[in-house]
């Protein structure tokens, strides 16, 4: 009678994508939009392999990917809402500017 030992490994990039996550969510101005969709882009292949073959992995890896996926989300939508907010803070000054410009006229 062979004992068969088949020791989990971990998810491939969990601890990258969860530091990418987490910076996103620290540096939401532009960069940190760009982390988060690193991050989600990083997760996307070993969160499929983790459903594929969940015996193979780590559970506490796969936690890490998925804190790591929705800190990047997360991240995605702040930096876009940063990116939101400056936008129209430049178009409401340069409405201000043209507006002042054409009273002074």
Known sequence: MEIIETRQKELPNATAVLILGILSLVLCWFVGLILGIVAVALASKPRLAYYANPNEYTESSF???????ICGIIGICIGLAVLAFMLLM????TALSVGSM???G
């Open 102 to 104: 054409f009273l002074q």
């Open 90 to 93: 430049v178009l409401g000054i």
């Open 63 to 69: 936690k890490n990917l998925r804190a790591g996926r």
